[in-house]
């Protein structure tokens, strides 16, 4: 299998794919990010996460120089590139803003970097499924009500780490984060659903 990356309208092999340090997705988490399945070939629910991603990007004031199509086409070509078209795949779809042109001031005229990462997949082990999991709740606390920005995928991510290490920690395999008065609102790297 190869592992090429698509950044700005290029491949490049995973070794020599950069973004520049002053991009703002590196100095300030300052992106979002959508991370979707493949099915031999078939992506999930592509149209719903380019959706969720655009509706993102216009909320976060980014300026997108490339369309959902655009994305569809390039994300289709990576996976057949990748040799990933008879396999499952991990896509991951990146977008920064770039570079502020002032001090934490938006560029709206700027360029967006946009990064599709594409890989196969390795799911779960059988046994996850078979005997369950086990969980903590993380030792961050969110409001009920909730940031506003936890609606969006955000690239600054840390909660979410620092939680799935607490489950590391404590021999578990994931976090939940609770509200103070012990609301259920999602895992670290999951979903709930009931």
Excluded: C
Excluded at 64 to 76: L, V
Excluded at 110 to 127: A, C, R, T
Excluded at 136 to 159: D, H, Q, T
């Amino acid at each position: 299998m190869r592992n090429y990356i698509f950044i700005n309208g290029k491949h490049f092999s995973l070794n020599k794919a950069s973004i520049s340090v002053t991009d703002t997705g590196f100095l300030y988490g300052d992106g979002v990010f959508e991370t979707i399945r493949s099915y031999r070939g078939n992506i999930f629910a592509f149209d719903k996460h380019l959706e969720r991603l655009f509706t993102s990007l216009k909320s976060l004031k980014h300026n997108p120089n490339f369309t959902p199509s655009f994305i569809k086409s390039e994300t289709s070509k990576l996976i057949k590139f990748n040799g990933l078209l008879n396999k499952d795949a991990y896509i991951k779809i990146i977008v920064t803003r770039g570079e502020y042109i002032d001090r934490f001031k938006f560029n709206f005229w700027g360029k967006s970097n946009l990064v599709i990462m594409v890989k196969d997949f390795h799911p779960y082990p059988e046994s996850y499924y078979e005997n369950g999991i086990k969980i903590v709740s993380s030792s961050i606390k969110r409001s009920a009500v909730g940031n506003e920005l936890y609606r969006y995928k955000l690239l600054n991510y840390f909660e979410n780490i620092y939680a799935k290490n607490e489950a590391y920690i404590n021999d578990a395999q994931e976090a939940v984060f609770l509200t103070a008065d012990k609301i259920v609102l999602e895992g670290a790297t999951s979903n709930i659903f009931l």
